[in-house]
């Protein structure tokens, strides 16, 4: 009977430790430009946008599909950070 106490007991603290990185994660943001800085994006560690700044010299319809390729690799860029920052605060946070 003491077992399953004791997973019990272990699952409570694999909550509190996963509640804890993910306020971790919340807090961390990365600031990621496209190679010429007409797109910018601040995304947090949970991979949530903060904020996007695009240039006003390009956003003219005819741009439309150019943006979509800008974004797309800009958030991609940010992901890898991103996955840096995790891994980092994972073992940290985790003791991995």
């Keep these: 009977m003491g077992n399953i106490f ?42 949530e946008i903060i904020s996007i700044d695009i240039s006003p010299d390009v956003l003219k319809p005819e741009n439309k599909g150019y943006i979509e390729k800008l974004f797309k690799n800009t958030f991609a860029s940010a992901q890898k950070e991103i996955e840096k920052i995790m891994s980092t605060e994972m073992k940290s946070t985790l003791g991995l």
């Design 6 to 47: 004791d997973n019990l007991k272990q699952i409570g603290q694999l909550r509190q430790q996963a509640a804890q990185f993910e306020r971790v994660l919340r807090s961390k943001t990365v600031e990621v430009s496209s190679p010429k800085g007409e797109l910018k994006l601040v995304i947090n560690g949970k991979m």
